[in-house]
């Protein structure tokens, strides 16, 4: 299953969504880290032509930036309901409302990104 992993536009940090594309690939998962600070677009495209339909975003700095819940619904749009979207990293939190609203599931640490690609896997063999 192809897992690609980014951070919206805004985020440049980029340790979190290693970790999360190490973790996934150790899992067996086909994931390719996309780099920080990507526009929906770009993550949009990605997606597809990946033919994923898991992606994983991490939200760490800076935690108040209005643009994310943009970014987070212009990317849900383009990539429609039939994709899983998973958020995690520290500053994800603040955005839970929107993280709601799109439909997407929030990542509360490493264990909890393990457990959610094995359900994802499992439900979709």
């Known amino acids: 299953c192809a897992l690609p992993i ?3 536009a805004g985020q440049w940090h980029e340790l979190g969504a290693l970790v999360a594309t190490a973790t996934a690939a150790a899992q067996g998962w086909h994931a390719t880290y996309l780099g920080p600070n990507l526009p929906a677009d770009d993550i949009a ?3 597809t032509q ?3 339909n898991v992606f994983a ?3 760490v700095y800076p935690g108040d930036d209005p643009n994310v819940g943009h970014e987070l619904r212009k990317l849900r749009r383009a990539l429609g309901d039939a994709a899983t979207i998973l958020v995690g990293g520290r500053a994800a939190g603040n955005y839970q409302r929107v ?3 799109i439909g997407a599931t ?3 640490d490493i264990v909890h990104l393990r457990l959610e690609l094995d359900s994802l896997r499992t439900n979709r063999s």
């Open 6 to 8: 980014s951070t919206p």
């Open 45 to 47: 495209a990605a997606v």
């Open 50 to 52: 990946t033919r994923a």
């Open 57 to 59: 975003l991490s939200i």
């Open 99 to 101: 993280i709601e609203e």
């Open 106 to 108: 929030r990542i509360q």
